[in-house]
């Protein structure tokens, strides 16, 4: 079974640039989790969706971070513009979405930020 | 506000040995708590979990003890191999959650020398 698909794998932008990740979670994973992992932190959800749907995104940036996940399959997650605080690695994971919220989520590998 | 506190930022044992990591936690509505294994360069993986109606979970090497008093937590790994080096997370979720939202610690990196 395929795991969660990120790209890309490391980015370098000058701050006020924009950047986009991508994530494929692994197939027939209706939840859908990005993450912000400081260095020297553990991870911090940023939004969650279900299918296309948005169930939590109390801890989004609103101003400069937005996300998609159209079809509910696939997701993208966009910084405009970047600051140097933002420099993380962004890390997304999904889980079945079932009935229980207890429900295991898996990783992929992320996509490492660095802001100049 | 830190509600989930790993304050070990680093362990090291022998190979062998016992491994025991730490997780301190503020959020008295948590009740389920799992414990995440990184390698470098990977996402994070699932290792073991405990809900808060048990006060141990065991699954192979890799078990782990609730205090709810105490609010603590604790992974020990018997006995531990050098594949175990990795950077170990502490998570929580909260009862009143309906997303199932996980709440970390800032991770422990365990070294097991050979």
């Known amino acids: 079974e395929a795991g969660v698909a990120q790209s890309p794998r490391y980015k370098i932008i000058e701050k006020r640039q924009s950047v986009a990740f991508w994530c494929n979670p692994i197939?027939?994973?209706?939840?859908l989790y990005w993450y912000q992992q400081i260095l020297g932190q553990g991870p911090k959800l940023l939004i969650q969706?279900?299918?296309?749907?948005?169930?939590?995104d109390s801890q989004l940036p609103k101003d400069r971070f937005s996300a998609e996940r159209l079809k509910g399959v696939d997701s993208t997650l966009k910084i405009q513009p970047a600051k140097l605080e933002d420099s993380a690695v962004y890390l997304c994971?999904?889980?079945?979405?079932?009935?229980?919220?207890?429900?295991?989520?898996?990783f992929g590998p992320g996509t490492r930020l660095l802001v100049l | 506000d830190q509600q989930v506190k790993q304050n070990s930022p680093s362990l090291s044992v022998q190979e062998g040995r016992i491994s025991i990591l730490n997780c301190d936690y503020t959020?008295?509505?948590?009740?389920?708590f799992l414990w995440y294994k990184k390698y470098p360069a990977e996402g994070p993986t699932f290792l073991i979990s405990?809900?808060?109606?048990?006060d141990k979970n065991e699954d192979g090497r890799f078990t782990v003890f609730l205090n709810k008093s105490a609010k603590h937590l604790s992974l020990h790994i018997v006995p531990s191999q050098p594949g175990d080096s990795a950077v170990y997370f502490c998570?929580?979720?909260?009862?009143?959650?309906?997303?199932?939202?996980?709440?970390f610690g800032q991770g422990t990196t365990l070294q097991v020398k050979p």
């Open positions: 959020n008295s509505m948590f009740d389920y």
């Open positions: 969706f279900q299918n296309n749907g948005v169930v939590d």
């Open positions: 994971a999904s889980s079945l979405g079932g009935t229980t919220v207890r429900e295991t989520q898996y």
């Open positions: 405990i809900s808060s109606i048990k």
């Open positions: 998570a929580a979720s909260d009862i009143t959650s309906n997303t199932g939202k996980l709440i």
């Open positions: 197939s027939g994973h209706a939840t």
